[in-house]
């Protein structure tokens, strides 16, 4: 079993350093990468709440259920990530190396495991592949290029973004089972209908005003 867990940590350190110095000899992928990085909590929010809010409509109705699934999973997710992260205490790698990890963006000190951004990511896109094939396939490579830069940028272990993986698609899966997805797209109905009535008002209105 020791022998087991070190072998894996050599492993998990190849990986990271391989990552790692790839990035840091690759300028025309480490700009575009970090950028994604750092801003794909705010790209993922702001997908969510804008199909929420805009996705009108009976023939839209599912992309609605879809991002209310999501921000639920994620946010289940990243509670019981917050928990395990303070039990585990996990130093992230520029904490345990800081003369041999190249950190490509600032970073507070906190525990890594497991990755929150992975663990947002994969519930998110997990929600959405088990309503769209489609489009779940294109959030689920979006979450793996993010969890893959969480690694080269220096700020977590391979492990850290696989056990966030699948915490978030575990979490995701139990939101899907019939009894809670069921009363997850009531609510999204209903949220959306009140949505859609208060936008419905706000043209009337504002239809008057031009009017006058």
């Not at 994620?74 to 790698?93: H, N, Q």
């Not at 109905?189 to 208060?198: F, K, R, S, T």
Request: net charge neutral.
């Amino acid at each position: 079993m020791m022998v087991a867990m070190i072998a894996f940590g050599s492993i998990e350190w190849s990986v990271l350093h391989a990552l790692n110095n790839f990035l840091y000899h690759h300028d025309a992928v480490e700009d575009p990468l970090v950028a994604y990085v750092n801003l794909s909590e705010a790209l993922f929010v702001a997908t969510l709440v804008l199909v929420f809010v805009f996705a009108n409509g009976e023939r839209r109705q599912a992309w609605r259920r879809a991002a209310l699934a999501g921000m639920l999973s994620a946010g289940v997710a990243l509670a019981i990530a917050k928990v395990i992260s303070e039990l585990v205490d996990r130093a992230r790698p520029f904490v345990v190396e800081p003369h041999g990890v190249h950190l490509f963006t600032g970073h507070a000190a906190d525990p890594g495991f497991p990755s929150d951004h992975a663990t947002g990511a994969f519930a998110v896109a997990m929600a959405i592949y088990l309503r769209n094939r489609a489009w779940g396939t294109v959030a689920l490579v979006a979450a793996a290029v993010l969890a893959v830069g969480r690694v080269a940028v220096g700020v977590h272990f391979p492990s850290d973004v696989l056990a966030g993986a699948a915490l978030g698609c575990g979490v995701a899966l139990v939101l899907f089972a019939r009894p809670l997805r069921e009363r997850i797209d009531r609510l999204a109905d209903l949220v959306g209908g009140w949505i859609e009535a208060v936008m419905a008002k706000a043209r009337v209105l504002r239809g008057a005003g031009t009017r006058t």
